[in-house]
């Protein structure tokens, strides 16, 4: 109940404003999204670098109204890959096709995206061009993001490739048509609320899929990336790739950032390829949302670190990581009885 409480959030303007409005909302963001501007985006990416981990920066924002925002949005993303070119960084950038205006006119969206493919082309070093991620929305944007890409591949364009979710009835006939293709993948288990019509409500269908979807990547895919934090898949993916004899650089791991930095670092060990998903900017409150309604647990982790720098922590603070505590256990509770 919790988590769809939170998904329909995530949607309201309303509740947009009030929350974006909040003084104490930045800390709560700051667990999850690197900073409002590229240039501290780009420190943590420097830092994750520094410890072995790859990163994709992502501009936070969704649909666009407008073909100025769509321009801005298309800059922004430009801007992105100058840094990374710049600072010499181990990252790639990741894009919603929304932003850059899928919804509005899909033509402009084409010529958008092609003209970041071109700057990531031109600005790759000696070991290739920047690769470009279209990150996957609701259902109602897969079949036009799938297009997309083709499109783009029709035009020459081998740097760019998309997400698949697993939780999609669809998405096994999606990954033999990207196999076909030759582009890359990232496989997740998907982040919004679908009705029963298309996807699967039940988690433990959403894991069977998934496990199922990931080795048909690792063994017909190009380059495939693994997003989960969940160590089951985790580790059906290492098993699966070392008893096929699948070498570890064919793959990668890809997480969020904030989340499970253990798991990060310990694969990172083992000598599997890693990439933190890094977002930054202001527009974060649906993201946020979307990352509340997949663990409602961190709703109390929230609500304590907030009340800890209140001016009425000393009587608040209490309450707050009371009241915090139930929404988590309940959270906690609806979201292992209502599955993912
Ligand atoms: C790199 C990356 C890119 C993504 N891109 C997309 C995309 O383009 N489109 C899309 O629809 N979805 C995307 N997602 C989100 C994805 O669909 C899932 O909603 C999200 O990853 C949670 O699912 P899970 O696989 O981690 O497993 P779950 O079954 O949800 O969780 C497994 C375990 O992971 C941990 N965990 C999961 N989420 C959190 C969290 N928010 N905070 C703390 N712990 C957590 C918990 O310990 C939990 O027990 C992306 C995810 C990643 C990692």
């Known amino acids: 109940m919790l988590r769809q409480t939170l998904h329909r959030l995530s949607e309201s303007s309303t509740a947009e404003r009030v929350i974006t409005r909040a003084p104490i909302s930045r800390h709560m963001v700051s667990r999850f999204v690197a900073g409002s501007t590229l240039a501290e985006a780009l420190d943590v990416a420097e830092a994750l670098n520094s410890a072995g981990l790859s990163v994709s920066l992502d501009y936070l924002g969704e649909a666009v109204s407008s073909r100025e925002e769509v321009a801005q949005a298309t800059g922004m993303a430009i801007t992105c890959l100058e840094g990374i070119a710049e600072r010499e960084l181990s990252a790639n950038v990741s894009l919603k096709p929304t ?19 071109e700057r990531a082309r031109a600005l790759g070093d000696g070991e290739g061009e920047i690769f470009v991620r279209l990150d996957m929305e609701s259902s109602d944007y897969v079949e036009r993001t799938i297009v997309l890409v083709e499109r783009l591949w029709e035009m020459g364009y081998r740097n760019v490739g998309t997400v698949l979710q697993s939780y999609l009835h669809r998405t096994p006939e999606d990954v033999e048509r990207l ?24 988690k433990a269908k959403v894991d069977e899929m998934f496990i199922r979807e990931m080795e048909m990547l690792l063994r017909d895919g190009t380059y495939p990336a693994i997003a989960t934090h969940d160590e089951a898949m985790i580790d059906a993916g290492r098993r699966y790739a070392f008893e096929h004899g699948i070498d570890k650089s064919s793959f990668e791991y890809q997480m969020l950032y904030g989340v499970r930095r253990d798991f990060q670092a310990r694969l990172r060990e083992e000598g599997y390829n890693v990439r933190v998903y890094v977002p930054f900017g202001d527009s974060w409150y649906p993201y946020l949302m979307r990352r509340l309604a997949e663990r409602p647990a961190n709703l109390m982790f929230m609500a304590s670190s907030v009340m800890a720098e209140s001016p009425l922590r000393k009587i608040a603070s ?21 599955g993912r």
């Open 99 to 117: 932003q850059l205006g899928l919804a509005l006119d899909e033509e402009l969206c084409l010529q958008g995206v092609a003209a970041i493919l």
């Open 179 to 202: 196999n076909a293709l030759g582009s890359r993948v990232r496989l997740v288990k998907g982040a919004y609320k679908e009705p029963e019509q298309v996807a699967y409500q039940d």
């Open 318 to 338: 209490p309450l707050a990581i009371g009241v915090g505590a139930v929404a988590g256990a309940i959270g906690a509770l609806s979201w292992r009885r209502n």
